[in-house]
């Protein structure tokens, strides 16, 4: 974004970014203090926040190019569907939430003559119960109950099964969902035959089909190395100020990023632990890589997702480094990455709007010039995080059909292998973690 904007603009933005940093400092030293004056802070936060959006809002109407950023994208049944189904190993679901109907568009490749073809179909049951069944089942998996596949099964007999003449032979599915259906772990609905669809579908998420395409041909610059990993785990984070509550630190993460590391030559991978994973490190050197991995804890605020952020060290005496990687600075930088890996609690949450997709970590890496991220959607287990995001990197670096850079298959395969160890077999350890955006990487297209 940065990049088109004129010098007073980035000088307007950098002031306002200022002092929202200022007051949150404020706010971090007073609690320590006294808290007695904490609410008439929390408002003048507010305030600056309100400010912030104003300003980029008028950006909107003086940069055309940047409303992306607020989901002015094309649904699938209105889009040109050309140069998305050429393998026709993938279909595209596309779900539509409605007032009184939930609707599925599918495109896919006709069999017979090679032509895109999109059908729709009506979802059986109306929105609110439908609402209520996903909650059920995301809970259910979030919290690690064991009775759970009742709704995985009921949750694909109404979500996929009306499709399942279209996904015949189709190896990869992509799903765009719709306001509440983005909390529906499709990866971990159970088919006819009690597999998970994991196991029969490699599956990925888009916001749009738009933003899709435009994931796809974003290309990385020449500051960037082909297969080159910045990775950063277990930040010195201390306390989260605003939540008030202690957060422990991640000793799995170091060894997470370490043996991540080893995926890759030692001269293209750089990882950052405990104080040297800091905000400002991230700042100045994550765009010169084409991976970037960031082991650490996520923090939502699903009353403004533009302000959930990403807790790494803080530097002292610089308000502008804080430690608090927000969504809104993450959307202001310029990657050039081929994935984004958030192995954090929840990243993938955000405010959810028609068109839009999901608001949260994702879609402000996608701003910033990732062409796809990994996150998850419920608060994680540190160890089987590891060992997931270990087997995933394996497969994405090697040099067989499982990975060789596609990203979908590359976590596919890790989740299956999850699947097999009875330990892991609960969608708990393994169903939490999403890709959005494009499949494969840049060097693979």
């Not at 899709?212 to 100020?241: W, Y």
Request: charged residues 25%; neutral net charge; glycine residues 6%.
């Amino acid at each position: 974004m940065a990049k088109a904007l004129t010098a007073g603009e980035k000088t307007e933005t950098q002031r306002l970014n200022r002092r929202i940093s200022e007051i949150n400092d404020t706010i971090r030293k007073q609690e320590i203090a006294d808290s007695s004056s904490l609410n008439s802070l929390y408002v003048q936060l507010d305030a600056a926040r309100v400010e912030y959006r104003s300003f980029q809002d008028a950006l909107y109407v003086t940069h055309p190019n940047l409303r992306i950023r607020s989901g002015h994208t094309a649904s699938l049944f209105n889009a040109d569907p050309n140069g998305l189904t050429v393998d026709g190993d993938t279909a595209y679901l596309e779900y539509v939430a409605a007032k009184d109907a939930v609707s599925l568009f599918v495109l896919s490749k006709n069999k017979l003559n090679g032509a895109p073809e999109v059908k729709v179909y009506h979802i059986a049951i109306k929105p609110e119960d439908l609402n209520r069944k996903v909650n059920e089942f995301h809970d259910a998996l979030a919290e690690q109950r064991l009775a759970y596949t009742t709704a995985a099964r009921e949750l694909y007999t109404l979500l996929i099964a009306p499709a399942e003449q279209q996904l015949r032979n189709v190896g990869t599915i992509c799903i765009i969902p719709d306001s509440f259906l983005w909390n529906v772990p499709f990866q971990a609905l159970m088919t006819p035959s009690e597999h998970f669809l994991i196991e029969d579908h490699a599956v990925y998420y888009a916001p749009s089909l738009s933003v899709l395409r435009e994931m796809n041909r974003k290309k990385g610059t020449s500051e960037t190395t082909n297969s080159s990993l910045i990775a950063f785990g277990n930040p010195v984070i201390g306390r989260d100020e605003q939540r008030n509550a202690d957060l422990c630190p991640l000793p799995e993460a170091e060894q997470e990023v370490s043996s991540i590391a080893k995926s890759f030559d030692e001269k293209n991978s750089r990882v950052l632990i405990g104080r040297d994973a800091s905000e400002k490190s991230f700042k100045v050197l994550a765009k010169t890589y084409s991976i970037i991995h960031l082991a650490t804890h996520g923090v939502i605020d699903n009353r403004q997702p533009l302000y959930s952020h990403l807790l790494l060290t803080r530097t002292e005496g610089d308000l502008e480094n804080d430690g608090r990687l927000e969504a809104r600075q993450i959307m202001d930088m310029n990657l050039n990455a081929d994935l984004a890996v958030l192995s954090a609690c929840e990243t993938a949450n955000g405010k959810v709007a028609p068109g839009e997709g999901v608001i949260g970590m994702s879609w402000a890496l996608f701003v910033a010039g990732a062409r796809s991220t990994v996150v998850s959607q419920w608060k994680i287990n540190s160890a089987s995080t590891s060992e997931l995001m270990i087997k995933f990197y394996r497969n994405l670096n090697s040099h067989d059909a499982v990975g060789n850079g596609n990203n979908v298959m590359a976590l596919r395969d890790a989740c299956v292998r999850m699947i097999k160890e009875d330990r892991y077999r609960h969608p708990f350890y393994w169903a939490g973690f999403v890709l959005i955006g494009s499949g494969q990487r840049e060097s693979q297209r």
